[in-house]
């Protein structure tokens, strides 16, 4: 596997500033599905290190968002913790252990980044073209706006809002869309 030489580069300057150079160098790649985290530390096994290192995955949004740079190196120090635990055969996960560890090297708590995901879907009223994003496909909803206006706020099978289309959140530039979804309703049992 490949590492990054952009992403070793804050490697080694972290495992010298805050890990005593302790780290053995593993690969860090970047991965453009991560979506729902900035990063992710995935063990190896530990008597094949040489075959089957850990990884450390950083999410390849990162380099189009701002503070960009300041953002990855604060993912990598965040998954190096993970490997630091890890290779000395501590339990990995956000233990107590890890949080010292992190408020010693001045990490973000948790990844600062990614923790909500952005919308994925437009879907549109047919009746008063409003948009509704939404993170996954919707089955059954009806446009709340105007189910109120025209049938006394019961769900109304006129108003129920139809796949618009997919926003691609990589090809806007790292613009993801983020704003509050407007309201809809889902149908009752037998729509
Ligand atoms: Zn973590
Ligand atoms: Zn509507």
Redesign the pocket.
Known sequence: MDSDPVLDRYFFELNAAHFDAFLEKTPLVWNDRLRTSAGRFIPGRRRFFKDDPPVIEIASYLQKIEDSSKHIRDTIAHEMIHYWLWARRRPYGHTPEFLAKMREIGASRYNTVGKRRPFKYIYK?P??H?EFPSRKKLNKLA?L??CKAHSRGRYDPR?RIIFDREINNAASGGASVFSAPVQAHSAPPGF
Do not use: A, I, Q, W
């Open positions: 009223c009746h008063c409003r446009c706006p105007c108003f």
